[in-house]
């Protein structure tokens, strides 16, 4: 049984990340699910299952950011970055030098009404035209 528990207490876990990303839930929404299936899962699962919850919940103090990094032919790095559960992306190209980027813009989409997804289509946006160039993804 308390295999069972584990995987279901893992499903549900990962089920809660992807719906933050895919901007269905906010991080909010997130922390207060884990944190219900802490209470209810605390002591009955393995240590290292509680571990991963442990992780989430120490984590979600902090943002998530995904980084996407792409070159053109060794002349070029794009940076893109998008802080996942949020309206919030970067995207940074054109290095002068390293650490220095003539494009840095931030992308502000708190005003949509699903903020992250909002942000993750703009940014694959960004993916798709970065590849129209001739950019490739490391």
Same mark, same amino acid.
């Given at each position: 049984?308390? +295999?069972?528990?584990?995987?279901?207490?893992? +499903?549900?876990?990962? !089920?809660?990340?992807?719906? /933050? *990303?895919?901007g269905?839930? &906010?991080?909010?929404?997130?922390?207060? =699910?884990?944190?219900?299936?802490?209470?209810?899962?605390?002591?009955?699962? !393995? *240590?290292?299952?509680?571990?991963?919850?442990?992780?989430? #919940?120490?984590?979600?103090? #902090?943002?998530?950011?995904?980084?996407?990094?792409?070159?053109?032919?060794?002349?070029?790095?794009?940076? /893109?970055?998008? =802080?996942?559960? &949020?309206?919030?992306?970067?995207?940074?190209?054109?290095?002068?030098?390293?650490?220095?980027?003539? &494009?840095? #813009?931030?992308?502000? /989409?708190?005003d949509?009404?699903?903020? !992250?997804?909002?942000?993750?289509?703009?940014?694959?946006?960004?993916?798709?035209?970065?590849?129209?160039?001739?950019?490739?993804?490391?």
């Open positions: 049984m308390k +295999e069972e528990l584990d995987r279901k207490t893992v +499903e549900t876990l990962e !089920s809660i990340l992807v719906r /933050l *990303d895919q269905r839930i &906010t991080m909010p929404e997130a922390r207060q =699910a884990v944190d219900a299936m802490w209470r209810t899962v605390s002591g009955l699962i !393995s *240590d290292d299952v509680m571990e991963m919850i442990d992780a989430f #919940k120490a984590d979600t103090n #902090k943002a998530f950011v995904e980084r996407r990094v792409f070159v053109l032919e060794g002349k070029d790095i794009a940076i /893109l970055e998008r =802080a996942v559960g &949020t309206g919030i992306g970067r995207v940074r190209m054109n290095m002068r030098e390293p650490g220095v980027f003539a &494009t840095d #813009k931030m992308i502000r /989409l708190e949509e009404i699903n903020p !992250s997804m909002a942000a993750r289509q703009k940014l694959d946006a960004f993916v798709v035209a970065l590849k129209k160039k001739g950019y490739t993804e490391l």
